[in-house]
């Protein structure tokens, strides 16, 4: 039980990371006026590929950073490994579907898979909890 208590709260705090990080992007790094309307995939995965590195570096940072948050937040109410591995494999997964839905970037799509995982172990050991 304490297991999916901490899976749901660390997801809970990943989703969050990730929001807050995709905010600050947008408003630092805006995207052009012209925005095609919301459900138009071609057009928001040309808007993907014209965004500033920045903005998508902070993108990846983010899921980086829910990875590890979550992970953690996961670790520390299960009080094992398990948790925060099942956080990370759940990033990775919106990762993925994110896309293959939008086009993005090559370096994004291998790191946005990569980090997470990384991160997912950093959370582990810095949880100190058992596997």
Do not use: D, K, Q
Not at 86 to 98: D, K, R, Y
């Amino acid at each position: 039980m304490r297991i999916m208590t901490g899976v749901i709260i660390g997801l809970i705090f990943a989703i969050l990371c990730v929001m807050l990080m995709e905010i600050g992007a947008h408003h630092l790094f805006p995207l052009a006026e012209s925005t095609p309307p919301a459900g138009e995939a071609a057009g928001v995965a040309e808007l993907t590929m014209r965004m500033r590195v920045e903005g998508l570096l902070m993108v990846v940072g983010g899921w980086a950073l829910a990875a590890f948050v979550g992970g953690y937040i996961a670790n520390f109410i299960a009080g094992r490994g398990l948790a925060g591995w099942i956080v990370a494999g759940l990033v990775v997964l919106a990762v993925l579907v994110t896309i293959s839905a939008i086009p993005h970037p090559v370096w994004m799509a291998a790191s946005g898979v990569t980090l997470p995982l990384i991160a997912g172990w950093l959370a582990r050991r810095a949880a100190h909890v058992p596997l």
